[in-house]
């Protein structure tokens, strides 16, 4: 394919497009016309503009592809100062994120397509999705119209870690609620004749397991609030977790024993419970004989990297592709320590991220 855009090239783009904060979702508008692609609204959620979607008609017949990356940061995003070293490590200035979760997966799909445009050598037809709204459980790809896509191939970039490895599988993730509801006294005067609700809050808790409940299942409460003075018994409390399974079957089962167990310690003292959850994501396992395996692998090895297939027990955009039939790898863009103020990435992943979006387009 040859490497016509140069390292001095990324270098430059990756330093003007540094310093996009998390509260500008256009990240993308700009770049995707000057690669030739015609811009098509998706569905729309929050913010100032909705999701992205391009096509890039090709000359091969050949299965489309499409390429994926969000656009939102997280916080603390707004302000960046970002620092491009001299050995080519991005970094921020130590008070925000980066950004690179995802910015560099957007640059990495713009240059590997203008990578391959450059080439001069045919290819099939390409089309780009990038999402707003992926920190909140994907609520971007989720509302996107996928009749608009014909590709039933897809390479999601965020996945942290070295170019050249890849996740095919990742979990369901569901958030759970449990409201006790009892009965207020004075907690000096007429204890008894209260209903404690964060004590039968507190034995449903010691009942249920925390952290993994199998090899594939996790489970957190990460929020409880209950009371309003010391001196009254607690007539209400409200706790919040989270279910993650690589088995959606077993996240469900997880979430009708967290049901069960509210109810039967709140019934215990004549309380009441009420467990409402939500499916945010639904787990996927991505085939090994899936092209988009095949060809993840056929590509790393002609670039010389390491291809290695993993799993994630994060949420990607790819987990809304899976739900509607396209089968896909996330990729690593040469992300590191996400979601911190030490995030970085290199100007070297970026290109490396290029090569191999460059590289599956031709395949």
């Known amino acids: 394919m040859g490497k016509s855009l140069s390292k001095t090239f990324v270098r430059r783009t990756a330093a003007a497009c540094r310093n996009c904060q998390s509260t500008c979702p256009k990240a ?4 995707a016309p000057r690669a030739d692609f015609s811009l098509r609204p998706g569905a729309y959620y929050g913010g100032d503009t909705g999701n992205i979607f391009a096509v890039l008609d090709g000359e091969l017949e050949g299965d489309p592809v499409i390429f994926c990356a969000h656009m939102d940061v997280v916080e603390p995003g707004s302000g960046k100062k970002s620092v491009l070293e001299k050995d080519g490590t991005i970094h921020s200035a130590g008070d925000t994120v980066l950004g690179a979760d995802d910015i560099s997966g957007i640059l990495e799909i713009l240059y590997g397509v203008q990578l391959v445009i450059d080439s001069g050598k045919p290819h099939k037809k390409i089309e780009l999705l990038f999402t707003i709204g992926e920190e909140l459980y994907v609520k971007g790809s989720d509302v996107f119209d996928y009749s608009k896509v014909t590709a039933k191939q897809a390479y999601v970039l965020d996945l ?26 004075h907690a000096g005067f007429e204890p008894e004749n ?15 397991c925390m952290g993994h409940v199998d090899e594939e ?7 409880i609030q209950g009371g309003t003075a010391t001196n009254i018994v607690p007539d209400c409390c409200v ?3 989270e279910i993650r399974s690589y ?8 979430v009708r024993m967290t049901e069960r167990i509210f109810t039967e310690e709140a019934q215990k003292i004549n309380a009441t419970a009420e467990v409402t959850s939500q499916i945010h994501l639904i787990a996927y396992e991505t085939p090994l004989e899936s092209k988009s395996v095949t060809d993840f692998q056929k ?18 955009d790819n987990n809304s592709f899976a739900k509607n039939g396209i089968e896909g790898l996330v990729l690593s863009n040469g992300m590191y320590n996400a979601h911190s103020t030490r995030e970085y990435t290199t100007v070297d992943d970026l290109y490396k991220g290029a090569e191999l979006i460059g590289q599956l387009i031709l395949l």
């Open 28 to 31: 993308g508008i700009t770049p």
């Open 160 to 185: 942290s870690g070295a170019v050249g490895d890849a996740a095919r599988r990742a979990p369901s993730i569901i958030s759970v609620r449990a409201e006790i509801r009892g009965k207020a006294a």
């Open 194 to 208: 209260g209903i404690h609700a964060i004590f039968a809050a507190a034995n449903a808790v010691s009942r249920l």
């Open 217 to 223: 299942t996790t489970f957190n409460i990460g929020t």
């Open 239 to 241: 706790l919040t977790g």
């Open 247 to 254: 088995d959606h079957g077993k996240a469900l089962e997880t």
């Open 299 to 316: 590509a790393c090895e002609i670039l010389g990297f390491s291809g290695e297939l993993t799993g994630t027990f994060g949420g990607s």
